[in-house]
């Protein structure tokens, strides 16, 4: 795989605030590439200097074999762009920023495709103003993607948006890359970095502290498992110890909560219950998220 | 230029969306005219009491139809740039320019929607009056506005929020006007005054606007031409120093 995006040693600061502090990164065609962290970490910066929307202090990027800065007129017709609470004119009607936007662009998909594939047919007529939320987001997703762009860019897409319109852009966003473009997004919620990137980064401070899938991360920094199960057997506790990976068993009554670690701990539980005959009536593990991965590496929560 | 007519169209259509802001810059000046024209005799050189200088109620409610023009630019500036509404237009192909440019079009022709409602208007309710050469008028008032306009954008672009845009251009714009030379000859202001108010545009413009009015003609105030201009030029060349696009 080739590296659509490279960045190396990127800094920005605002007067005396450094919002990015040396970040060096490598985006992969065909994948969706998350850059997470909490507010104010230099997400939105990043992404903004590498879509050449601002000017960083030190560094250098490449963007499909573009400089952002120099050739930010050839790059704008390549990438697409979805703001962080982006506004348009509050009496636009829908069809009328598709219009301008594909006026803009030397090729450009059919609008009314477009405004199907995102569940917007219905609003053509309709003002910006009057668009909910997600309506708003799909309008902007729309946008970034009516000339074909080969990178798109989505900053905090979900945010301040209810759960439900939260999983349509989800799908939405997977069926961008699917179609083979590639996605570079930011967001400070672990969940949907877990459903949808590739690949993640975690900066903080303006500095990248992590980067890999999101599975790795888990498995690098937080390999605990616990396996909880229910069982009319007594004892069973006692008799747990003796596997490799159990670190702590305990037994509430008729609930057990096993934690261990590694890869094979789940299924040293298992072998053991069968082994022992053990009578399960419930059973379920409990395995870290991004989330967890985010309070280890940096002492706190992301929301904090 | 991409999309530089698609814009203006499209910024066209929205403006006319917007009924309190539309029928506000349009018609609040003529309507100011007419009433103003009835308690004055429209046109007609009528001494202001002591002070002895021609008050010309079409030239107010012209150049009245410049600053609510640039009224509206200050507010539609600023309200697009704390929506995050520059920001986002500004990272398509569109440049700059044609972003800016766009609004200024559409300012201009309901400028000369306005001027048109306004010599109509004198025609038919004050006959006799109005000899003024239309075309002349025309072009004077729209300079006027373009002049006037840049320095809007000065203020737009100097202008924190969307609150205080209003209230900044009004208290700007019309002490402007106090000072235009409208109604008192600038050269009985404070010499301090004065030498501001030649900084001005709308000095520059009642100066143009009474000259081609009275029929003296361009020729007479090329000097006003030119100030207009050297102003347009000035401003906007302060205003690329200091926009800020969110």
Same mark, same amino acid.
Not at chain 1, 61 to 83: E, F, T, W
Not at chain 2, 167 to 175: E, H
Not at chain 2, 176 to 181: P, T
């Given at each position: 795989?080739?590296?659509?995006?490279?960045?190396?040693?990127?800094?920005?600061?605002?007067?005396?605030?450094?919002?990015?502090?040396?970040?060096?990164?490598?985006?992969?065609?065909?994948?969706?590439?998350?850059?997470?962290?909490?507010?104010?970490?230099?997400?939105?910066?990043?992404?903004?200097?590498?879509?050449?929307? /601002?000017?960083?202090?030190?560094?250098?990027?490449?963007?499909?074999?573009?400089?952002?800065?120099?050739?930010?007129?050839?790059?704008?017709?390549?990438?697409?762009?979805?703001?962080?609470?982006?506004?348009?004119?509050?009496?636009?009607?829908?069809?009328?920023?598709?219009?301008?936007?594909?006026?803009?662009?030397?090729?450009?998909?059919?609008?009314?495709?477009?405004?199907?594939?995102?569940?917007? $047919?219905?609003?053509?007529?309709?003002?910006?103003?009057?668009?909910? *939320? *997600?309506?708003?987001?799909?309008?902007?997703?729309?946008?970034?993607?009516?000339?074909?762009?080969?990178?798109?860019?989505?900053? $905090?897409?979900?945010?301040?948006?209810?759960?439900?319109?939260?999983?349509?852009?989800?799908?939405?966003?997977?069926?961008?890359?699917?179609?083979?473009?590639?996605?570079?997004?930011?967001?400070?919620?672990?969940?949907?970095?877990?459903?949808?990137?590739?690949?993640?980064?975690?900066?903080?401070?303006? /500095?990248?502290?992590?980067?890999?899938?999101?599975?790795?991360?888990?498995?690098?920094?937080?390999?605990?498992?616990?396996?909880?199960?229910?069982?009319?057997?007594?004892?069973?506790?006692?008799?747990?110890?003796?596997?490799?990976?159990?670190?702590?068993? $305990? *037994?509430?009554?008729?609930?057990?909560?096993?934690?261990?670690?590694?890869?094979?701990?789940?299924?040293?539980?298992?072998?053991?219950?069968?082994?022992?005959?053990?009578?399960? /009536?419930?059973?379920?593990?409990?395995?870290?998220?991004?989330?967890?991965?985010?309070?280890?590496?940096?002492?706190?929560?992301?929301?904090? | 230029?991409? !999309?530089?007519?698609?814009?203006?169209?499209?910024?066209?259509?929205?403006?006319?969306?917007?009924?309190?802001?539309?029928?506000?810059?349009?018609?609040?000046?003529?309507?100011?005219?007419?009433?103003?024209?009835? +308690?004055?005799?429209?046109?007609?050189?009528?001494?202001?009491?002591?002070?002895?200088?021609?008050?010309?109620?079409?030239? %107010?409610?012209?150049? %009245?139809?410049?600053?609510?023009?640039?009224?509206?630019?200050?507010?539609?500036?600023?309200?697009?740039?704390?929506?995050?509404?520059?920001?986002?237009?500004?990272?398509?192909?569109?440049?700059?320019?044609?972003?800016?440019?766009?609004?200024?079009?559409?300012?201009?022709?309901?400028?000369?929607?306005?001027?048109?409602?306004?010599?109509?208007? @004198?025609?038919?309710? #004050?006959? !006799?009056?109005?000899?003024?050469?239309?075309?002349?008028?025309?072009? +004077?008032?729209?300079?006027?506005?373009?002049?006037?306009?840049?320095? @809007? #954008?000065?203020? +737009?672009? %100097?202008?924190?929020?969307?609150?205080?845009?209003?209230?900044?251009?009004?208290?700007?714009?019309?002490?402007?006007?106090?000072?235009?030379?409208?109604?008192?000859?600038?050269?009985?202001?404070?010499?301090?005054?004065?030498?501001?108010?030649?900084? %001005?545009?709308?000095?520059?413009?009642?100066?143009?606007?009474?000259?081609?009015?009275? @029929?003296? @003609?361009?020729?007479?105030?090329?000097?006003?031409?030119?100030?207009?201009?050297?102003?347009?030029?000035?401003?906007?060349?302060?205003?690329?120093?200091? #926009?800020?696009?969110?």
């Amino acid at each position: 795989m080739k590296p659509v995006i490279s960045v190396s040693n990127l800094g920005k600061r605002y007067g005396r605030t450094v919002a990015v502090d040396d970040v060096s990164l490598e985006v992969f065609e065909g994948e969706i590439f998350g850059l997470i962290g909490p507010n104010g970490a230099g997400k939105t910066t990043t992404m903004e200097c590498v879509e050449g929307n /601002r000017v960083p202090d030190k560094g250098t990027i490449s963007v499909l074999g573009l400089d952002p800065r120099r050739d930010a007129n050839a790059l704008r017709q390549r990438i697409g762009v979805q703001q962080q609470e982006a506004h348009l004119q509050k009496r636009i009607k829908v069809w009328e920023a598709v219009d301008l936007w594909r006026s803009l662009y030397t090729r450009a998909v059919d609008a009314d495709a477009l405004l199907a594939r995102l569940g917007l $047919e219905a609003k053509r007529n309709a003002w910006f103003m009057t668009l909910s *939320g *997600g309506q708003k987001q799909r309008l902007f997703i729309a946008l970034a993607l009516i000339h074909e762009p080969e990178v798109v860019f989505l900053d $905090e897409l979900t945010t301040g948006l209810d759960p439900q319109a939260r999983r349509a852009i989800w799908g939405l966003v997977t069926d961008i890359r699917d179609r083979g473009t590639t996605v570079f997004l930011t967001t400070h919620l672990m969940e949907e970095a877990e459903r949808l990137c590739d690949r993640v980064a975690i900066i903080e401070h303006g /500095r990248l502290i992590e980067v890999g899938t999101p599975d790795e991360l888990v498995r690098k920094h937080c390999p605990e498992r616990t396996v909880v199960f229910t069982s009319d057997n007594a004892n069973v506790a006692e008799r747990m110890p003796g596997l490799s990976a159990v670190e702590r068993a $305990e *037994g509430s009554g008729e609930t057990y909560t096993i934690r261990g670690a590694g890869d094979d701990f789940v299924t040293d539980v298992i072998n053991f219950i069968a082994r022992e005959g053990i009578r399960v /009536r419930g059973f379920r593990t409990e395995i870290p998220t991004l989330e967890d991965v985010f309070l280890k590496l940096t002492g706190h929560g992301i929301r904090d | 230029m991409r !999309g530089f007519w698609k814009l203006t169209w499209l910024e066209t259509k929205i403006f006319t969306r917007e009924p309190m802001g539309f029928v506000g810059t349009l018609v609040m000046p003529v309507v100011l005219f007419i009433f103003l024209g009835r +308690a004055f005799t429209a046109g007609e050189p009528v001494s202001t009491a002591q002070l002895d200088i021609p008050f010309n109620a079409a030239i %107010l409610a012209a150049v %009245l139809i410049a600053i609510s023009a640039v009224q509206s630019l200050v507010a539609i500036i600023s309200i697009y740039r704390e929506g995050g509404i520059l920001k986002r237009l500004r990272a398509t192909p569109l440049s700059p320019v044609t972003i800016l440019g766009a609004h200024v079009v559409v300012k201009l022709a309901f400028t000369v929607i306005s001027l048109a409602l306004l010599l109509l208007a @004198g025609r038919r309710l #004050f006959p !006799g009056v109005m000899q003024v050469n239309v075309f002349s008028f025309t072009v +004077a008032a729209l300079l006027s506005t373009l002049s006037i306009l840049s320095l @809007g #954008f000065l203020i +737009a672009s %100097l202008v924190p929020t969307a609150r205080f845009a209003g209230l900044i251009s009004a208290a700007t714009l019309y002490p402007m006007l106090a000072l235009s030379g409208l109604f008192f000859p600038v050269d009985r202001l404070p010499r301090a005054l004065e030498a501001i108010s030649y900084l %001005l545009p709308t000095t520059h413009a009642v100066a143009l606007l009474n000259g081609v009015w009275d @029929g003296s @003609g361009w020729g007479a105030h090329w000097v006003n031409v030119a100030a207009l201009l050297v102003l347009f030029a000035a401003y906007t060349a302060l205003s690329t120093k200091v #926009f800020r696009w969110e």
